[in-house]
């Protein structure tokens, strides 16, 4: 096989590319057919008998709050329950940016932060950290569909358990923070800046606050000295904060999965490399390049709420 791949890159190029895309669908093929299939057919079994399901969540903050809409519209038919597991390891291919250094995708802390925001859902009926309970529907399944994940992530999970919903209807719910009103609220990942845009002209504006991790917020106030920082108690304060802002900026970052879940009027810095998050509804905004990023927030610094 390595043989021919070799033979064909150097002599056939149409050959090559050819054999190639073959090798690609005889492995998703292969995923497809190896137990993922018969996975995927017991989630529909299970959704069609039961009346109360048990769904699991080992993953990064994000991915859990993007299977909250196919929990919440099964819970129109169904009791929910929601378990959360910690500490489950990072795959070496995946521990190239910065983690926590126990390199899982929660430790307990980031499950203990995520739990009260969780709790706070009224259609789900039970929320804790998964111990040994049986469970009904692994969301961590998402993760080994033989598809090209650049699919907006919350639709991973309507492929996985073939429930959809309507996306620009809210599925978070919270109430405003006591204290904190009306900032821009800014969350932004340092591992997907877009290398497109600066935020150097923000210094014009007033009532920034950066919500997160300090050294992410340490790099953005390089370019706006005058950008505060806020270290909330849990993400359920963070929510609050949220929305309860006059509006939400970030990039691929739990922040922007909160604001979308919450449908607060937002603005998204994408990322030009792996684009798999994409506004739906209710003054949702996204943005590649800088003239756009200054037009839209000056559009939402503007909008009356």
Known sequence: MFLKRFFYKFTNTEKYIEYKKDLWIQEKRKILKSGFEDKLRKIQENISNKKELSFLHSGHLGDIINSLPVIKELSKTHKCNFYIKANKPLPKKNIGYKHPKDMVYLNDRLVNMILPLLKYQDYISNVKKHQEEEIDIDLDLFQKIPMNFNLDEVRWYFQLTGVQTDLSIPYLTVNAHEKIKDKVVIMRSLRRKNIFINYKFLKKYENLLFLGVKDEYEDLKKEVPHLEF???????????????????LGNSSFGFTIAEGLKVPRLMESFPDFPMIYPIGNHGYDFYFQDHLEKWFNFLYKLKN
């Open 230 to 248: 806020y270290d909330c108690e849990d993400f359920l304060e963070a929510a609050k904060i949220i929305k309860s802002s006059k509006f939400f």
